[in-house]
């Protein structure tokens, strides 16, 4: 591939060519010496009386080429890290004008650049190198390298614009209009090389069977999949949708017996994989794994939004599953209601600990109280000031209230999915 100088590159070596096949073989009698020119048509005073007899190449566009503009893509896989280097891929496109005080000799100068220019229809690497090494003073930052990399020849044109086309181009340029010729100039692929994961080439398709036969591809009858994955979680009948410390999952699937399981929960928001204890059999289905237990939470457990999944074999037969959503309930241990009736403070102790910067609260019948703030990394003790006056009975009696504990937009478990019709659990109430 070419570095970012291609482009002066090519405007470098059409300049020689044409200086060398227009310049140095034109006789016009008394002609001055012709000189070529790569400047903006606004730059040429086309009013001074002293106007040289000269050939100006100007880029005036730059384009994607429609055939590159998509290979190598794309450049990144979904964690964000590079895979390939894609080229930028442009066509280029030029005008050539003719300028001359004299009679008739800008159109023949422009016979002659447009007649040499029909009869190099390619870039060849020997011009390259003729024009950029030893490269003049005024491209002496331009190397042949910069352009002789890349593989795909640069091939010239003659580039059709009709009459009100070049009449706007000239109105863009902004300076007096002289007959010129358009030319494509295609392609030029620069590419800036940047360090990429490059895979290993692959020597068989599937690992060899216990004969030592070579593998190759396998294939199942019917609409099952052919590799683990996993279909739906059952949490315990009496939690809904939800799961808590201690309790035991059951994950449904196909192909979760081919050999040593593991299993592990992340959290959507801190992805720190948690290895759960498998309690079937051996290669039985489903699979039912146990949270731990309260007393038992490891660090990286949080209560929320999590996902399961599951690696099913070991080695290099070792199969990841898709991952499947799961919400870990926070688990309320203990509760206990303190102080005046306008001030009271409930406290609960909860499993797994919160961290700081998930977001609790706690719901006192329908009133959302959110916790004081507390010291350290985490804490499993968390203190709710609210005012009880609105839960007091206008009768005699102690007001009772169902408590919630609400993390990350998880609620604890408060109703009994199991019972029918379902009944609010008896240990998540507390008297005020």
């Known amino acids: 591939m070419s570095s970012d100088l291609a482009i002066a590159g090519v405007t470098a070596t059409l300049r020689h ?6 310049v140095d073989h034109v006789k016009l009698g008394d002609q001055g010496p012709v000189s070529v020119t790569a400047k903006a048509p606004d730059l040429i005073d086309t009013e001074s009386a002293d106007l040289a007899d000269q050939i100006n190449l100007y880029m005036y566009h730059v384009a994607p080429n429609q055939g590159w503009r998509n290979v190598g893509l794309p450049s990144r896989d979904s964690s964000g890290a590079r895979i390939s280097n894609p080229p930028l891929a442009l066509d280029l496109y030029y005008v050539v004008t003719a300028y001359s005080q004299r009679e008739l000799y800008a159109d023949v100068l422009l016979g002659y650049a447009m007649q040499f220019l029909h009869e190099v229809p390619v870039l060849t690497q020997r011009a390259i190198r003729h024009a950029l090494q030893p490269a003049p003073t005024e491209v002496s930052f331009i190397r042949p390298e910069d352009l002789l990399t890349q593989f795909e020849q640069i091939k010239i044109a003659p580039h059709a614009l009709d009459a009100d086309e070049m009449y706007k181009l000239w109105m863009a340029f902004q300076t007096t209009y002289r007959p010129s010729a358009a030319y494509h100039v295609s ?13 290993l080439p692959v020597l068989m398709i599937g690992e060899p069977d216990p004969q030592g036969r070579p593998g190759g591809v396998k294939s199942t009858a019917g609409l ?8 739906s979680l059952a949490p315990p009948a009496k939690n809904g949708p939800v799961i808590r410390l201690g309790e035991t999952l059951t994950i449904n699937g196909f192909h979760l017996t081919g050999g040593p399981a593991s299993v592990s929960l992340t959290n959507m928001i ?3 994989k948690v290895p759960l204890t498998i309690n079937s059999a051996p290669g039985a289905s489903p699979l039912t794994v146990l949270l731990p237990a309260p007393a038992a939470s490891p660090a990286g457990l949080r209560a929320g939004a999590c996902m399961i999944q599951a690696v099913v074999g070991t080695g ?3 199969r990841a599953t898709n991952a499947l959503p799961l919400a870990v309930a926070p688990l309320i241990t203990s509760m206990a209601v303190s102080g005046p009736t306008a001030s009271k403070v409930l ?15 706690a719901l006192i019948g329908d009133v959302e109280v959110y916790p004081a703030t507390w010291t350290g990394t985490s804490t499993q003790t968390l203190s709710f000031t609210f005012d009880a006056t609105p839960f007091t009975p206008p009768g005699p009696g102690v007001p009772i209230a169902w408590i919630r504990l609400q ?9 009994d999915q199991s019972t029918n019709p379902p009944s609010f659990d008896p240990t998540q109430k507390a008297p005020l």
Request: proline content about 14%; charged content about 10%; overall charge negative.
């Open 17 to 22: 060519l044409l200086k060398r096949g227009v």
């Open 187 to 199: 392609v030029v692929l620069i590419e800036d090389p940047q360090p990429a994961s490059s895979a």
């Open 224 to 231: 099952a999949p052919s590799t683990p994955m996993l279909t």
């Open 270 to 272: 801190v992805p720190q």
């Open 316 to 318: 290099v037969q070792a």
């Open 347 to 361: 406290t609960l102790t909860c499993a797994p600990p919160v961290y700081p910067g998930q977001q609790v609260m």
């Open 407 to 415: 993390v990350d937009g998880v609620d604890s478990v408060l109703v």
